[in-house]
């Protein structure tokens, strides 16, 4: 059901209509289809209403047609609140009325079984057929704030604000929308994704980057439909304004990703996690975060960089403070010398005049105007958390106002309060909130919006990736060997047609040869150069060490003859039932630093590529960084890398000299090329890959084809 | 001024007293000293009330005196508001008159500098002289709402319940007084611990404990005062109820840790950190998460395992949950036959009847009986959470009568209510609060409280710890050493006298004698028996192999001979300003898997014993599990081994033998006894000891002494 579609989608019609139809209107309240009716006219919608039903003339006051094509005037949205069944012929009516939308409320489509999809999908050709685009089937609706438009059935309607929030559950927009409106949040558009039989999330982010209206866009999702245009779409609209996302259903990706083989490091969680750090989408892991993030970022600028500033009147959850700021990552500022000698000059003898600054517990408003002040205006600020604690002394209205004012003076740094108590602080909460300054009752949690925050700041920053060189590869090469490896009726590679596959890409990799007689081992050798290596040549074999499958260190064409037959008879020893292709006679190379370049594709984002610390440890120490390898810049290998702690010891470990980086990248980026240029690929381990000093090469290539 | 009382306090006196004397008090409102008596008059304090003030006659109603000592009846508590100089006076005057506690308010003591730290540590000395326990100075007071007494000057009393908080910082008693005012949690005392002259924490804590109307401690402190004997009253506390602390001030620890010498590994956050978990107290990272876990500690039941069941009313929040759930590491419950076997006949066939079981959009107050008492019945299933999304039918208030009645038919099941949304769904948590269901607006936090509430049953559950046996050991011989070394000039002892202290505690460890000479280090080698292993000997030289001060494999005398010039002239090289104490002549030893054992001492909480995967990347891959050496017991130390990466190693990697575990719980153990007899051993690493299948040894043996 995807679609080729790019480009920021233009839905203006969609979210502001001329006129709305709803087909299945009802005059009975309860029903959905009077619900829906009566949320459009409550809103407020100025355009034109038209209900349809074949058994009502009028319904809450307007004129009701038997049918959409007996409207007299066109129609811009059609909402249809009809039975599944019914469902396709009201889509094709509206088709032939010239609608341009549909909002599908109805169920029992997909999420019935197998039926309920294919009515989903005949529904999306009819839609094609009148170029109509659909939301839904089996959505809560749609609602625009500033049109305002209110086609749902949900109770309510929520303030207005610059917040975009994107459900794909839609109780859980009917529950947050409710919750809204105690906490005083205002959004712009609610957007129920359904089933997403046409329009996804893809293009509510596109539409939402592009609507001036909104500041934020929030997302809750369950799965992503289309996972490249998903990373363009997102990678594009985070430069206009951030998108903080929850995903859900981690748990069993997490267990998957947990699994002890290779292949399945790569769960289809950790494909979502790099592909939302590609996309520079702010992911969340609770509710909670969602809208603790959402509060600071509808009313705060974006800050240059990630140095917190603490202005607090009690010594204890300054100190809180702090710890969040750490977990968080963020800096500490450090004031300059004027500040410090103003706050000095100012502040009482016992007030901690470092950060966090302590205007202490018999500090009034005054006082924390003077400190906020003047920690905002040192250029080694980025953003101030302001802690108010309900002292004897305190103020908190008065102070709440100062906050204000002060942070009004300096609209480039974010300010956040925190009025840490309840009943006593209320008149300073709603202050701060009339005045755009979001407010926290605990610390930690201002700290953590401003964590976002920051990290917003770096994606807004950063340069453009540069996309990889273009390399000189052999393509002919790597299809023959696949078409021979096909032949053969296998889906693993030999390790010398790994080799000549990897070779062909212009990595480095120790020559290696099959061998299916002695002689032609020795003979392999004496052309390669000793001294060599024999490695049992099977793909069924896992562990060739394990079971004396590998001799290495061999000097003489004696030594060749002679282990070549000891390793075929271990084999045949331990593995009776197998059957090996041959040995592969590889050039022996001189040590070097372990390391593992990998891929395995997830099904949404395409081929992850790993990097980590290599040799047989891979799968108890786990040490790997993974990346997209659509679209992977030199910039994010080298990032990759400095993740791991191979790193730790690639830029030389106890007084060895550093590894050749530029090798490894090198080696990273073509295997990526490899990857994306060969789909069939389905699975791919370098492993070893030695580093030296100068130059890398690949040990032993598997991989893996459909 | 830490002083020596165990045992679980009685402060009862303290709490419920029969009279009080404000010293300070004062008719002038806004002043702490009417604040305070005014406090004790408005919570309904029914014992008598003296106020103290030479130049009143009568303050707020009640007849005033001069000075304490003219009280004509026996005062139980002093609350003391007067300026610092003048505390000490009057806390004589108060031990004179008999007065059994002083709640010092008076600031201006140890948190000013070393004069305000001299006269606190006079104040302390009054008061034992006269008997007197006092808190503070520098606080807030306390309160009691089941006496009731309120003895601070804090504004408002809390609302009764069965949390005891205690607090570091006066300010964050303050705000979290009245933010639970608000939010309606009830306590049963507030106690404000300002500089803990006398009286801290663990006195608190026992108090508590022994208090029958506190079902839970929480803690909020920035130290511990006396690591031993908090741990051994908490230790003892938490079997009675569940203690929960925020302990701040982590960051600066949290980046000691990170350091990259081993030694450093155990930064002070760490000690607390396997500090709270040997006393099985329940550490949260953030001030929400305490208050979140006070909710569910207050009125819910120690479930009997960690399985949990979820039941919804939509399939978005219910998935948030599960991965919540697992984030936690808390069972997803697997209902039994004649549960499914019911949800399925009684619920629709869209419903899932699997955990989560969802009751659907239309699901109302009887569907959600019907679930929930089906999976409450359910035999394997320990907690249950209960979403409710304000869907179109959802009946919120019925639904949460209902909750509050099935939840009271299962007393010994946690029930969870997650209402999400606001207004729509308030009567529904208003009835479940006064049902004592504690409720929360977002699915993750209410998971993470059952975390809690599984982390306490395991602790309630754990058997107590057997003490380690006792092992046949040689003092005198380590004492001999420590005294060579000292008459050395020495702190850090050379290879083969570390090999001495171990050997002397029962610890197999390759022969190794120091040789000064060439023709010495052949008598040895012949003495221990080859092969043998020479090393520089010297306290200086941190990593020997570097350097070529290390020479393996030799097998004659000849070899022996030639190498040990060999090692003095690399080293001459190398480090021309070291002259090494000689060669130490070490027996070679079969190889085994490398791990680490290791000892750093923590200020508060003294030895810390380290295990993990030994060999020169220690550093690099930290991985490292840490217990306390005081009172650590055999099934700790297996479950430290476990904890690590080197486990997997150990217990039989790519189909290798698996370890002697016992023969490494051993020498941990004779380690852990080691560093407690000896508490001038500050530092003591064993790098590597080789693990075999049979036995381990240690090879390397690093001690420093004080």
């Known amino acids: 059901m995807h679609r080729k579609v790019t480009g920021l989608e233009n839905l203006s019609l969609l979210f502001s209509p001329r006129s709305v139809a709803v087909i299945g209107a009802s005059g009975k309240p309860g029903k959905i289809g009077n619900i829906i009716l009566k949320n459009i006219i409550a809103c407020g919608y100025q355009g034109r209403i038209f209900p349809i039903n074949p058994k009502e003339s009028e319904i809450e006051g307007y004129p009701t047609f038997p049918s959409i094509t007996r409207v007299p005037e066109p129609v811009d949205v059609g909402v249809i609140a009809v039975p599944a069944r019914t469902v396709l012929p009201v889509a094709e009516e509206c088709g032939q009325a010239g609608v341009k939308h549909l909002i599908v409320i109805s169920a029992g489509f997909k999420e019935t079984g197998p039926e309920g999809l294919a009515l989903e999908k005949e529904l999306v050709a009819v839609a094609r057929r009148y170029k109509m685009r659909v939301v839904g089937p089996n959505c809560v609706g749609i609602m625009d704030t500033n049109t305002p438009f209110n086609a749902s059935f949900a109770a309510g309607f929520p303030k207005q604000g610059e917040i975009a929030f994107i459900s794909q559950s839609g109780a859980m927009l009917v529950a947050i929308l409710d919750w809204s409106l105690t906490s005083g949040l205002g959004f712009s558009k609610f957007i129920s994704l359904g089933n997403k039989s046409d329009l996804n999330e893809s293009d509510f982010i596109a539409s939402a980057a592009a609507d001036p209206a909104t500041r934020v866009i929030l997302c809750y999702i369950e799965d992503v439909s289309e996972g490249n245009r998903f990373l363009d779409v997102a990678g594009r609209a985070v430069k206009e304004k951030p998108i903080v996302v929850l995903k859900s259903g981690t748990s069993q990706a997490g267990a998957q990703a947990a699994s002890s083989h290779t292949g399945a490091l790569a769960g289809s969680d950790l494909a979502y996690e790099v592909a939302f750090e590609r996309a520079g989408v702010i992911r969340v892991r609770s509710m909670s975060e969602l809208f603790d993030l959402a509060f600071a970022f509808a009313d705060q600028p974006v800050p240059k960089g990630d140095r917190l500033a603490i202005v607090t009147n009690s010594g204890g959850p300054g100190i809180v403070a702090t710890d969040a700021a750490e977990q968080q990552g963020l800096s500490i500022a450090r004031f300059g010398k004027s500040t410090l000698d103003a706050l000095r000059a100012e502040l009482p003898v016992e007030a901690n005049i470092y950060n966090p600054v302590d205007v202490l517990g018999d500090g009034r408003a005054d006082r924390y105007r003077f400190a906020l002040s003047r920690v905002l205006e040192d250029e080694n600020v980025d953003a101030v958390v302001v802690l108010v604690c309900p002292t004897a002394a305190a103020e908190p209205g008065e102070t709440a106002g100062v906050i204000v004012e002060v942070a009004g003076r300096f609209p480039e740094k974010p300010v956040f309060g925190v009025y840490m108590g309840g009943e006593i602080l209320e008149e300073g909460v709603r202050v701060l909130s009339e005045g755009g300054i979001p407010s926290y009752t605990f610390p930690e949690v201002a700290v953590k919006a401003m964590g976002g925050l920051a990290q917003y700041a770096r994606t807004v920053k950063a340069e453009p990736a540069k996309p990889l060189p273009e390399y000189d590869v052999d393509q002919e090469r790597v299809r023959a060997v696949f078409l021979a490896v096909k032949e053969d009726n296998r889906v693993v590679l030999l390790g010398s047609e790994g080799a000549a596959v990897v070779e062909a890409y212009g990595i480095p990799v120790a020559p290696t040869k099959l ?145 050749d980086m530029g090798a490894l990248v090198d080696i990273i980026a073509r295997v990526a090329r490899l990857v994306v240029d060969f789909p069939q690929i389905t699975e791919m381990d370098i492993n070893p890959v030695f580093a030296y000093q100068s130059g890398a090469q690949a040990l032993d290539v598997k991989i893996t084809i459909s």
Chains 1, 2 share one sequence.
Not at 628 to 634: D, E, F, I, T
């Open 515 to 659: 061998a299916t007689r002695a002689e032609e081992a020795v003979a392999i050798a004496e052309e390669i150069g000793y001294p060599v290596v024999l490695k049992v040549a099977s793909p069924k074999i896992i562990h060739k060490t394990d079971i004396g499958g590998v001799r290495m260190g061999l000097d003489s064409p004696g030594e060749v003859m002679a282990n070549f037959w000891a390793v075929i008879s271990n084999v045949q020893r331990s593995l009776p039932e197998v059957v090996p292709h041959g040995v592969d006679v590889q050039r022996m190379a001189s040590k070097g630093t372990e390391v593992i370049i990998g891929m395995s594709r997830d099904v949404h984002f395409g081929p992850l590529i790993a990097f980590g610390l290599g040799g047989i440890y891979v799968n108890l120490l786990k040490d790997v960084s993974f990346r997209l390898a659509h679209g992977l810049s030199l910039r994010e290998i080298e990032k990759m890398i400095t993740e791991t702690k191979a790193y730790t010891l690639l830029r030389g470990y106890r007084g060895e000299k550093p590894a």
